[in-house]
C-alpha cells in the first residue's frame, strides 16, 4: 500500500512539474514582446562571476510613484506598497516606459500592465539577474534592454539581453 501511495504522489509530482514547464513555454512561444531598459550602472560592478546583476530603469519609477511611510526607527522612507501592476506605454520599438500604477484605468492601444513585486524594499520585475555561460561577460557589458515575453496576466518571462539598438547579445561560439 505504501509502494502504492508513493508512486501516486511521484506521478502527480511529476504532472505537475511537467504542467508548470507547458505553461512556462506556452508563455515563451505566445507572449508578447516587450523590452524594459536597464538602469545605468557601473559595468564594473555589473558582471558578478557567471551571471549579471540586474536593474531596471522601470523599477525605480514605479518605485518613486508607490505610497510611502516614514520608518522612525531608521528615518528614512519605506515603500508601503506590496505586488501590483503598472500601466506602460509601448512604442513601435516596444519599448515600455511608465505611464502610472493606477490599474483600474482603461488601457489604451499602446499600453499594457505589467506584474511587479516589491521585495524587502525593492521593485523588481520577473528576476533580478541573467544568467550566461561562465567567460562571456565581455559579450554582455553593452546590454542596454530586456526581452521579455509578457503573458495575459501580466507575468514576465526574460529571454534574451540586447544593446542600444536592441541588436541582440550572444556569445559566439570559437570553435579549434
Known amino acids: 500500500m505504501r509502494a502504492k501511495l508513493a508512486m501516486l504522489a511521484l506521478i502527480l509530482s511529476l504532472g505537475l512539474v511537467n ?14 514582446i516587450v523590452y524594459l531598459q536597464l538602469a545605468p550602472v557601473d559595468p564594473r560592478s555589473l558582471m558578478q562571476g557567471d551571471y549579471m546583476a540586474l536593474r531596471f530603469q522601470l523599477a525605480t519609477q514605479v518605485y518613486d510613484a508607490l505610497p510611502k511611510t ?9 515603500v508601503n506598497a506590496k505586488d501590483g501592476y503598472v500601466v506602460v506605454h509601448l512604442d513601435k520599438r516596444k519599448i515600455a516606459t511608465f505611464k502610472s500604477i493606477d490599474a483600474t484605468q482603461a488601457l489604451g492601444k499602446d499600453e499594457m500592465l505589467l506584474r511587479f513585486r516589491v521585495r524587502n524594499g525593492v521593485v523588481k520585475f520577473a528576476t533580478n539577474a541573467y544568467f550566461f555561460q561562465e567567460g562571456h561577460a565581455q559579450y554582455y557589458e553593452q546590454a542596454r534592454f530586456g526581452e521579455f515575453r509578457i503573458d495575459d496576466e501580466g507575468e514576465l518571462l526574460l529571454v534574451a539581453m540586447f544593446d542600444k539598438d536592441l541588436k ?4 559566439t561560439v570559437v570553435k579549434d
Open 70 to 78: 516614514e520608518h522612525s526607527s531608521r528615518w528614512r522612507q519605506q
Open 168 to 171: 541582440p547579445l550572444k556569445a
Open 19 to 32: 504542467w508548470s514547464i507547458m505553461g512556462k513555454e506556452q508563455h515563451l512561444a505566445e507572449g508578447n
